[in-house]
């Protein structure tokens, strides 16, 4: 089985930086997609950022300019460096990769989510 263990999440002031890891371990043939989505109490979960090679990445626009996302394959490890944190970035963060376990099968795990509280 392939799982995902996500660490960095804490209470920050307004303007502070963080950085979220998630490492994946188990029976990984290959990782596709790495991603950080989160949510706040009463909405859906949104994608903040997500990655599938040094080129090809994606993030929400409100996130744009001030959160960086960033793998290390050897490492099966994703990060998000999220700077200039506003109260609004307030929600629980979850990781999420895809990708094929040893059998050729394909995976879709999450984490079990880390909170990011950004309050003064």
């Known amino acids: 089985q392939v799982q995902v263990v996500e660490s960095g999440g804490g209470l920050v002031q307004p303007g502070e930086s963080l950085t979220l890891s998630c490492k994946a371990s188990?029976?990984?043939?290959?990782?596709?997609?790495m991603g950080w989505y989160r949510q706040v109490p009463g909405k859906q979960r949104e994608l903040v950022a997500d990655?599938?090679?040094?080129?090809?990445?994606h993030y929400a626009d409100d996130v744009k300019g001030r959160f960086t996302i960033s793998r290390d394959d050897a490492k099966r490890t994703v990060y998000l460096q999220m700077n200039s944190l506003k109260p609004e970035d307030t929600a629980v963060y979850y990781c999420?990769?895809?990708?094929?376990?040893?059998?050729?099968?394909?995976?879709?795990?999450w984490g079990q989510g880390t909170l990011v509280n950004v309050s003064s």
């Open positions: 999420y990769t895809s990708g094929w376990d040893d059998y050729r099968q394909e995976f879709r795990v």
């Open positions: 188990g029976s990984i043939f290959s990782i596709y997609v």
């Open positions: 990655i599938a090679s040094t080129i090809t990445q």
